[in-house]
DNA sequence: CGTCGATATATCGGCTCGATATGTCGGCAA
DNA sequence: TTGCCGACATATCGAGCCGATATATCGACG
């Protein structure tokens, strides 16, 4: 789950850990923050699984050479130097950084999670998630995908409702507030996504 | 925080651990199911910190007196089948069950877990948790509770809405809606708790 | 009479979180 | 100049939670 958060922002552009943690935490708004304790894990099991490669240095201003892993210092150490405090100015490279980038192979497991219905509990932030990235997906699978994000909060909503109904007198006055702002919730969240998926048809005909 | 779900549970009535789950998924409408591979290991966690005990059959019609761990079967054998049979034709006390009953610890820690102020992530569902609870709060407790919970939306909507603005060109339309979204629904969950807030302080000038 | 679904308890692996450790770098004040 | 603070950056640890799974009993239905 935190995968595909990770692969969609290294479509865009390298990055390494903390920047990623960065983005990551307020692409999502201020829920779910995302902490290094996973994050490093993650990245750790993509690379393994040869869905990301760790790359030296930043390619900022051009494609930064082969360079081998570590010992750069192969020109004039003033000239090293003087380049070293020049991007200090601008941007900080603070020297041991990782940089990441995405691989075919990463691009194809994208797309997978992408798609696959995980019809759990922690769906809800799943499918924010998704809907972060849904771009990178061909139409007519985001209409699929908003119609089944749809399909389940209706069922949760109707499931929500018999449950109420059938103990309302027995619930204290916090809980029938709590169940009620709960059923309103995802009704708005319905037409939200009804809002999305109109959209989505329009642009399907306009094209 | 899934303690604090068993213990306020327990507070009412005792209960085995198939029975709790079953309260505990209806009980927060159909987000968040709890699984048993919380559950039985928070049990044990509680028994081993003695805030719970296990006893061995359901109270049912009376307090079941003091009953040694195990062994019942004092009186009449016939009697003890007889009074099995009836009771399963009820319900269905399928012979290996655990009931739970909470202690004075567990009360303790009851109170202790509701009045602690979680400001993390998964505060949420903490906050649902604790409001299905807060009825054994002392009225201005329960308050305090609503109001840091409001300061902690209204804090987080601020911080949402000066992160879109200072980047709404470059989200896509996607992101831009579920940017709005968030903040939309954070809105009316402040707006409910104004709610809340404003009935408890209608109680509080009743009294 | 067998099998299916509900009841019931329990464990396992995997993921995430918060806390913590380690180290570099720039800025600011004593 | 020295020394400390805060931001940058990577990494690990323990604990909690989840989904899947194993096991077993029981009533119901064909």
């Known amino acids: 789950m935190l995968e595909l958060a990770i692969l969609g922002l290294l479509k865009e552009q390298e990055l390494h850990g903390y920047e990623l943690k960065k983005r990551l935490t307020d692409a999502l708004g201020a829920f779910s923050s995302v902490s290094f304790g996973s994050l490093y894990p993650a990245l750790g099991r993509l690379e393994a699984a040869g869905a990301v490669r760790a790359v030296v240095q930043p390619a900022e201003g051009?494609?930064?050479?082969?360079?081998?892993?570590?010992?750069p210092m192969t020109g004039s150490i003033a000239g090293e130097a003087a380049a070293f405090r020049a991007r200090r100015s601008t941007t900080r490279p603070s020297r041991?950084?990782?940089?990441?980038?995405?691989?075919?192979?990463?691009?194809?497991?994208?797309?997978?999670?992408?798609?696959?219905?995980?019809?759990?509990?922690?769906?809800?932030?799943?499918?924010?998630?998704?809907?972060?990235?849904?771009r990178h997906l061909p139409p007519e699978r985001r209409l699929g995908l908003f119609e089944r994000r749809r399909a389940l909060l209706v069922e949760r909503l109707a499931k929500a409702r018999t449950?109420?109904?059938s103990r309302r007198e027995r619930m204290d006055l916090y809980t029938r507030s709590?169940?009620?702002?709960?059923?309103?919730?995802?009704?708005?969240?319905?037409?939200?996504?009804?809002?999305?998926?109109?959209?989505?048809?329009?642009?399907?005909?306009?094209?």
């Open 163 to 165: 449950n109420v109904r």
């Open 178 to 207: 709590l169940a009620d702002h709960g059923a309103e919730t995802t009704e708005a969240d319905i037409s939200w996504l009804d809002r999305l998926i109109a959209i989505e048809r329009e642009r399907g005909e306009a094209s």
């Open 96 to 134: 041991t950084r990782k940089v990441y980038a995405i691989t075919p192979r990463g691009e194809a497991l994208f797309e997978e999670l992408l798609e696959a219905d995980s019809a759990s509990a922690d769906d809800d932030r799943a499918f924010n998630l998704k809907l972060a990235f849904c």
């Open 62 to 71: 051009g494609p930064a050479g082969p360079a081998g892993p570590v010992v």
